[in-house]
Structures are given as C-alpha cells and as structure tokens.
C-alpha cells in the first residue's frame, strides 16, 4: 500500500521507516530542512537503536522517500499518517495542536480524491472530532476520513514496538474505511495475533492517555512509598519485589528513583489533567496532580541527598553526573531528570561534570553551563560525589576500584539502583541510593 507520514520526528520517522520495512510504499513529509536533509541520506538525527539501518535500507532502495512537499504527499496517496508533536503549551497544562491543524490545513485542500488521515500523534479526547469536522469544510467534493490509530511505542524499543507491537487500537467513526485499510496495513501483525481493538475515536484517544497516566501513576506510585521507607529505614526495592509477584500489580514499573521524564509522560499526563477540566471531569484526575509531584519531589530529594553527602554544603564541592538522558538506549533530554538534578547542584555553588553515551550534543544545547566529559572516569575525576542519574549498562558495569582511584572522595549515590551495593561498600565506597 502507498502512505504518507506527515511529520518525521522521533514518531513519525521511526513509523515510515517502519511501514516501509512492511512492504509498503512511504512517502515521509518534514519541513524542516536540516531535519529533511538528514533523513533523505538516510541519516537518523536521533539515536534509536535498530533504526539507523532500517531508514538507510529503505532510504537507498526507494521503499522509503522524504519530501517537504505536501502536494506531492496529495498525489502520492490516499492513506495519511500525522505524526507530528503535540509539546506541552508554554504557561499551560494543556497540549499545544498547533502542528496537528496545520497538517489538517495544508493537506486537505490539496487533495483530489477520497482519503484517510490516520492519526498517529498523542492528543486531547475530541480531537479527532473537531478534525474531522474541519476536513469536511475544507475537502472539495471528496470524501476525508478521520481516525485514530495511537502509538504505544517505548524509546529505545521503537523498532521493536512498532514491528511487533503489544496491540494495535484503531478509532473510527462508523461508515469509514479506516478499519478495512488498518487491517491491510497491519496484517503481517495482525497474522502474528496481535490483538487488533476497534473503537471510536474518543475511545482510542483515550487508550493512549490512560496507558500513559497509569504508567506515571505506577512509577510515583512507587517512588511515594520510597519517601516512606527513607522515614521508616525500610528496603523499597524489596517492597516492589514483594508487591511484584501479584499478578494484579506486576514488577514493571515499580523501579525506585529519581523518577520519569523524556518528552511523553510529564506533558501527556498534564495534558490529560487539562482536558478533563474542559470536560467537566477535573475530579476525576486530581491524583495526577499528586503524582506530578511525587515525581518533581524525587529530583528536589536527590539534590538534598548530594547535599547532606556533602556535609551540608554544595558550595566548592566536584559533582560527577553519570546519565543525562532521561532513560537509557536514548539521546533525548526533554524535562530530563539527570540534567534538572544537574542544574540545580549547579545553582547550589557546586562544580558539576556529566557524561552520557549518547545524550552529550543535546545535554550542551540544553545546559551549555555545565561542564561535559567524554568519559565516565573524565567526568569523575576528582570528585567529591558521583551521581548514577541514568540507569546505562555502561555504568552497571563501572569498576569501582578502578574509578575509586579517579575521585577525591568514594561517595556514590545511585539515583537508579540500579547498582550492585555490595560491590561498592566491598571497595571502600559510601553508597547512598
């Protein structure tokens, strides 16, 4: 099948790369030039692991074209993905749908036959609606379909998540084709048995947002009874063990620590709390509010601990950062947590150095005042306290005998736990989680 992506960014070039890995014809649209350029020679301008070679597989065997042209796209196909970012807006909760209208807008007027426009970007309940009626006045003599067909896919795992997906959730309004075309696109899944789910638009928005508070709802979760067992000097990890086995709650999820960031969770979940209030449902979120700031406590309580390590004061001390992407397999610092807790030290007369695999470009774009290291020893050189802020294997397999020769003072918090403490405390270190 031929298909448009509107919009390559994280989602939407992992998407088109991904179809085309399905067979099918993709024609992907970026306007943003350096971005385009990029794609087109079959560079990806992220780190995603498997999708390098994805796109310049398809890239060089023309299953896969990038264009900034949407009368092109209009010509191309009748099957339109949006894949476009849905940021939070500045001063508000709510989503900002500036760049949804805008694909709505420019390509709908273009287009000369009957067309689906499948979204694929997180937004608010009632927005397909409201796009659908907007299609209508600007489509001329055609017939523009709208539905929902939300991404699950986790940083890291795209590939993974978009090739073998957990399901696949499809909204449409009734009398459409989205349903027959989603199958067709989706078959080589579908045949896999991945569970196909057909609802209504309001329906599949709403899968999207709830999967997402609930995950953010279960990492707060969490972390709440780790303030608890900090009081209490009881063992949380041990607590998410417990507490993991019952098949009604599982292990997922239930990992201690400085928290949840990156670009999705902390906006959708916002989001979410804003279009209730819309609705007349703010009752029903107001939890969310509270795992909001479950989630900001846990960075305000990892810079109290460096504190506290410190001897009271930051003031003159040499901070290690080990981590600044907000999770590990990624590059992205969106309302990263490594780089908040970073900044604040900072603030707090501290000297701060980061290392990350793969964050370091977008970590010195983002807070060019901190100081950066190409090495994890670099970064520990000298210092006073080294903070684990991003769970990488790089830094589970740390030798610390070895880098206990590289700082002036063993003192470690892992602000993950993802360490092994034995292994630490056995090599002299005071190791604080």
């Known amino acids: 099948m031929r298909m448009v992506v509107l919009g390559l960014g994280y989602l939407g070039a992992t998407h088109a790369a991904c179809m085309a890995e399905l067979g099918h014809e993709v024609l992907g649209i970026e306007v943003v030039p350096e971005k385009r350029a990029q794609l087109a020679a079959g560079e990806v301008p992220f780190y995603e692991p498997g ?53 709505v807008e420019e390509l709908v007027p273009l287009l000369t036959r009957d067309a689906l426009i499948l979204g694929k970007s997180t937004v608010p309940v009632g927005t397909s609606r409201r796009l659908s009626e907007r299609a209508d006045e600007l489509a001329k003599d055609i017939d523009v379909e709208v539905a929902w067909n939300p991404e699950f896919l986790r940083e890291g795992f795209a590939v993974k998540d978009t090739l073998h997906p957990d399901r696949v959730v499809v909204g449409a309004f009734p009398g459409g084709i989205a349903e027959t075309a989603c199958r067709e696109i989706y078959a080589s899944m579908i045949n896999e ?67 949840f960031g990156g670009g999705c969770l902390p906006k959708d979940i916002r989001a979410f709390m804003a279009r209730a209030g819309e609705l007349g449902a ?82 010195k774009r983002l807070f060019p005042t901190l100081d950066y290291a190409e090495a994890a020893s670099e970064a520990c050189e000298s ?33 993950r736990m993802c360490l092994d403490r034995r292994n630490w405390t056995v090599a002299g270190w005071d190791y604080r989680a």
């Open 282 to 363: 703010a009752e029903a979120l107001t939890f969310l509010r509270e795992v909001d700031n479950v989630n900001m406590r846990r960075r305000t309580r990892m810079v109290e601990l460096t504190r506290e390590v410190c001897g009271g004061s930051l003031l003159g001390k040499r901070i290690a950062i080990l981590g600044a992407a907000f999770k590990p397999e990624s590059d992205d610092v969106r309302d990263s947590p490594a780089l908040n807790v970073a900044g604040q030290i900072q603030l707090q007369g501290a000297s701060v150095t980061v290392y990350d695999p793969k964050a370091m470009p977008n970590s």
């Open 51 to 103: 999708l390098p070679d994805l796109l310049k597989r398809h890239i060089e065997t023309g299953q896969l074209r990038v264009s900034d042209s949407y009368a092109e796209a209009a010509d191309f196909a009748d099957v339109f993905f949006i894949a476009v970012g849905t940021p939070q807006k500045k001063g508000e909760y709510s989503a900002d749908l500036t760049y949804v209208d805008a694909a």
């Open 193 to 259: 048995g991945t569970p196909f789910i057909v609802t209504d638009p309001p329906t599949a928005e709403l899968v999207k947002t709830s999967a997402n508070a609930f995950l953010a709802t279960k990492i707060s979760f969490i972390n709440a009874i780790a303030e608890v067992c900090d009081a209490a000097g009881a063992d949380v990890k041990s607590i998410a063990d417990a507490i993991g086995y019952d098949a009604r709650i599982g292990r997922k999820f239930l990992n201690a620590g400085l928290g």
């Open 383 to 415: 210092a006073d306290v080294v903070l684990v802020l991003t769970e990488w294997a790089e830094f589970v397999a740390l030798n610390p005998v070895e880098l206990g020769r590289r700082v002036r003072q063993r003192k470690i918090i892992d602000g």
